[in-house]
């Protein structure tokens, strides 16, 4: 942690390193909401609920969806005959 404190504050300017350290003391003075400052910042994950309703209202689309399942068949294809002949070979050795 101190490695990536030490980048940190190399990259910002002094002022800015100044500013955190006195809302951390403030924060720590006065406790409760104000350590809200150690929370990350940034856009919340949506819940269950609105990822159901969003697949709701735009549901995936049907051929990709198609799409995905013949390629994944015609792969299932061409490896079937292969392992058909490693079977019929391995017979002949008392493999199965």
Not at 39 to 49: Q, V, W
């Amino acid at each position: 942690m101190d490695h990536a404190y030490e980048e940190l504050t190399a990259v910002l300017g002094p002022s800015k390193v100044t500013q955190w350290e006195l809302d951390a003391l403030e924060a720590e003075r006065e406790r409760g909401e104000a350590l809200d400052i150690y929370l990350l910042k940034g856009d919340k994950a949506p819940t269950m609920g609105e990822v159901q309703l969003k697949l709701m209202k735009n549901p995936p689309s049907t051929s990709a969806n198609l799409d995905s399942v013949a390629w994944l068949a015609e792969g299932i294809c061409y490896a079937r005959p292969k392992s058909r002949r490693r079977e019929s070979s391995n017979a002949d050795y008392g493999f199965y």
